[in-house]
């Protein structure tokens, strides 16, 4: 049986590029899993986790992060992908992706209470800080079984196939859920509805 892939990397680090990446490589991909799901808890994670474990060859984002060791022990013998960006950058693309919005998943992650990152930016910067210490203490003398990415700097192909022992694919490296790209699209909804509103203005 081929080794199952564990993206560990916290929202909004890329995992929505990996996910696209592993699938171009032919993996069957899930996550994230349970973001909604009303009171969510390790145990509940970890109830998910083993439902879905046998169904899939690769995991990301939420709850995978968070269920590393877990993931480790039951799966043995897996690939783990940490993707990584720089803790300002992050902070800031947390803030404004999510804004004010709290999800059960990210109370469990951060704290009763601070499911919105507003008004709590230094104690989400701290838990991402301190996730990423984890997963590098966890696999310290077990460097072939844990890969660093920062797909926001660069990092595609070169440095996940050679990981996974598979060949670089000839299409380029996914680049998903972009800034970039949501705000383009978001200019394009607004012209598309400001055309819309004069059409019916001219109709009257």
């Keep these: 049986m081929e080794p199952k892939v564990f993206g560990?990397?916290?929202h909004k680090t890329g995992t929505t590029s990996l996910g696209a990446a592993l699938r171009v490589l032919g993996y069957r991909v899930t996550g994230p899993n349970g973001v909604h799901r009303t009171g969510m808890n390790t145990?509940?994670?970890m109830a998910t986790a083993l439902e879905l474990l046998p169904k899939f060859d690769a995991f990301q984002d939420n709850p995978w992060a968070m269920l590393?060791?877990?993931?480790d022990r039951e799966a043995p013998g897996s690939k783990f992908v940490m993707t990584v960006r720089p803790d300002e950058e992050w902070l800031r693309s947390v803030v404004g992706h999510f804004g004010p919005r709290s999800t059960p998943m990210r109370e469990w992650i951060y704290g009763a209470g601070l499911g919105s990152p507003i008004g709590h930016e230094d104690l989400y910067l701290e838990r991402y800080r301190r996730h990423n210490r984890e997963v590098l203490e966890h696999f310290s003398d077990r460097p072939n079984d844990l890969l660093v990415m920062d797909i926001t700097r660069g990092d595609g192909w070169d440095v996940l196939c050679p990981f996974l022992g598979l060949d670089v694919p000839s299409q380029a490296f996914p680049h998903a859920n972009a800034a970039s790209a949501r705000s383009s699209?978001?200019?394009?909804?607004r012209a598309r509805w400001r055309v819309r509103w004069a059409t019916r203005r001219l109709r009257r």
């Design 185 to 189: 699209a978001g200019l394009l909804r």
């Design 43 to 45: 145990e509940m994670a």
């Design 68 to 71: 590393f060791r877990e993931m």
């Design 8 to 10: 560990i990397g916290f």
